[in-house]
C-alpha cells in the first residue's frame, strides 16, 4: 500500500490477517448471505467471515428429511461455485453436513477429497461422540 509520509510516498505492506495475534481479528458467521449472481440470488446456509473476508462456506441439509444426503450439499456447493464464483475467491475451506456426517474440502476436491475431520486437539478421535462429525468439524 502506498502511504505519505513526511511529504514522502512509501510503500508499506498490510496484512488483511493478523496471524501472529489471532484475537485481532473479527470473525463472523453469516446465516443465508444473500449473494447476487449473475442471474439470480444465492443463499449459502453459513458463510465465515475473517476481517469482512469470505473464507469458509458451510451447506447444510435437514437430518430429518430422508431424501437429503451429505452428497446433495456437495452438489449444492458446486452450484454455488458456478452461479456466485466471487463468493470463492478468497475461499479457504467448503464444509459440508447432513447432521449424520460432516466433511470438508478445498475449493477444487471432488467427493473422494471431501473428508471427515476426526479430532479437535490433534490426539482425541471423535471427541463429540460418533454422530457429532459437525461439531467435531467446528
Keep these: 500500500m502506498k502511504v505519505r509520509e513526511a511529504g514522502e510516498e512509501k510503500t508499506r505492506r498490510i496484512s488483511l490477517v493478523d496471524f501472529d495475534n489471532p484475537d485481532n481479528n473479527d470473525w463472523l458467521a453469516v446465516n443465508q448471505f444473500t449473494v447476487q449472481g449473475e442471474n439470480n440470488l444465492r443463499r449459502p446456509d453459513i458463510v465465515l467471515f475473517c476481517n469482512g473476508i469470505p473464507v469458509v462456506v458451510i451447506e447444510l441439509k435437514n437430518p430429518t428429511d430422508i431424501d437429503a444426503d ?50 479437535v486437539d490433534g490426539e482425541t478421535r471423535d471427541p463429540y461422540g460418533a454422530f457429532a462429525p459437525g461439531r467435531t468439524l467446528i
Excluded: C, H
Aim: glycine fraction near 4%; proline fraction near 2%; hydrophobic fraction near 40%.
Design 70 to 119: 451429505i452428497w446433495d450439499a456437495y452438489n449444492q456447493l458446486q452450484l454455488y461455485k458456478e452461479q456466485i464464483p466471487r463468493l470463492f475467491y478468497t475461499n479457504v475451506v467448503l464444509s459440508i453436513d447432513d447432521g449424520a456426517d460432516a466433511r470438508m474440502g478445498s475449493l477444487t476436491a471432488d467427493t473422494e477429497r471431501f473428508l471427515r475431520w476426526r479430532s
